[in-house]
């Protein structure tokens, strides 16, 4: 059942203009009759300072950290927020209320964008319903509050930013996996699981939640199906990416339409087959001077990096660094030393931070003040052959908008610095 108008006759606050505020600006103005609605980008500490009095409804954007850092502890303060707490919520959770039961989430540290890509696909071309993809990816889910409508299933890529706050969660929820990120913006594991954890956990009995192998246990309403699958498992899922955690996202893919729509393994793995990698995903470019490189931007952690070098056919190079979040590197920095058949062009922050915990001796890094000279030197030590792979390990945060730009600057100065354009 449609919510919006429990937002009639309110006082109405959209606390963020990006384009999600924008969103949600256009959906109040075309569904909800409101008393008022006004727009702040006021700071968390300005919010607790008063900015948000008067108002019923806090519509908060997911990238806005809420509540403020810790030394806002007193009595008064925890009351404060509590009040305003209540007074919160998001597009997700607008949207999740009003079409709960047909809503599939996912979410994950990586694989998300894939995942819901790839079952979008599935059910697009086996379902026989109407299938929409959004959330983190594409539009804002707000955008889609009619067209969901019907007979029709939703797809939802969910990140922590948008779980954080959630009192509801999908119908059908999907955590893949747990690894280290966000620590600047969480400060500690415990804090990045909980939010994420909102998933299953403020799911209701009835409904479902697949789960991941390295995801710690959610206490929840919900049916909990841990996902992990055997090699015989894997048998017949064949795609057109790298990467065996690819496979597995699959197999959460064949599971969620077998045991839900009862769509047949046969259909399930035919569109599977069909598939394509998302851009900046392990993701070829070109071969450019007898050299093939990929594009895998969208790397942001450690195991990511990995997982390009090892997945990738005759993958050498391996480009990392950007910003600085904080998190330990150590994984990716023990598979340097112990792998000496790759060779890694470190850049930007982290990279350096990785050079200098490696300390002197490792004759297989390198590094590169920024991507054009991370570029430059992949095509003086890469063999003729073999591949370069852009997998970062690191966000692209203040040095890149996103790291779609990062992935495309890549492409463009492996043309630049390239003089076979072969493909």
Known sequence: MKTDHLFNDKKILIWGYGREGMSTEKWLASHVSPKAVDISSATPEEMLAGAGEGYDVIIKS??????PKAEFSSKEDLEKIGEISEKITSQTEIFISTYKDKTIGVTGTKGKSTTVSMLAHVLSETSGKKVILAGNIGLPCLDYYDDAEGDSIVVLELSCHQLKGAKTAPHISVFLDLYEEHLDYYGSMDAYFEAKSHIVSRQICGDRAYIGENVPEIKSDSEQIRVV????????????????HNRINAYFVKKICMDNFGISEEDVLKSLNSFEALPHRMKKIGTYE??????????TI??????????????QVILVGGMDRGISYSVLEDFMKEHAEFKFICMYATGKRITDELGEGISNVYYAEDLEGAVKKAFEITDKDRGCVLSPAAASYGYFKNFEERGDVFAQ???????DKSF
């Open 290 to 299: 007898g050299i093939d490189f990929y594009d895998d931007s969208i790397s």
């Open 302 to 315: 450690p195991e990511a990096a990995i997982s390009a070098a090892t997945s990738i056919p005759g993958a």
């Open 413 to 419: 100065l492996v043309v630049k610095h390239g003089s």
């Open 62 to 67: 997911p990238g806005i950290v809420w509540p």
């Open 229 to 244: 699958p055997s090699h015989e498992d894997l048998e017949g899922i064949e795609l057109g990416l790298y990467g065996e």
